[in-house]
């Protein structure tokens, strides 16, 4: 028993300075696509694609070589909201190549409005090299997120609401340049879903953040 409670003394210790925390903030930009909630050079049309991104979490070593070593990141990431909304036409009836209706007289014209974000949860590893005092990274890892999207549509003779939600995984990709507090990273999330009747307005997103460690 004394060896244990010796053992653990001394192991309680060494995990405890193993991670610190890190939060940043910064901006996304979700990619969008014409003919998904919103059609070019349609009234009222309004894409809001750019949004205030947060995180938050905790970060530690897993290897540590002088120069250079790899670290690890578990991040609440959310990636903000995302918005669009457009005096729509059928799809049928919208040329998506010329961006323009195919018929000036078609009847079943509506307004569509709606809004979104995905928040979750990167895991991800960072091998990174120390050079002219600055720390140079890669990062790889996977988004466990939960996307959301509401739709609005004024369609007559009733008016249609969606709740679309989900929750998956998307690999992430990202660099960054800093120091042993702060640093700027760029991250790529690849979170285009495929073969859903009613999809959220991006495909991916391209985040620029500023982190600290503490």
Known sequence: MRRLIAATALIVPLYAHAWSFEHGAGVTLYG???GRWYQDNM????VQSRAPEFSFGITGALVTRGSWGVDWHADYTNLGRAAAQCFCTSDENYDLK????????WPNDAFFT???RAQGIVLSVEPYYWTHGLR??????AYVYRAQWDEYADIKPAPVTIHTRYWSVAPVVGISVGGAVWSLS???YFLKRANMEYPALWNDADVIEIKRRF
């Open 43 to 46: 009234p009222m049309n309004e």
């Open 186 to 188: 760029y991250r790529h």
């Open 136 to 141: 140079l990274g890669v990062e790889a890892g």
């Open 114 to 116: 709606g809004a979104g």
């Open 32 to 34: 969008t696509e014409n």
């Open 98 to 105: 010329r961006k323009r209706k195919i018929r000036a007289d």
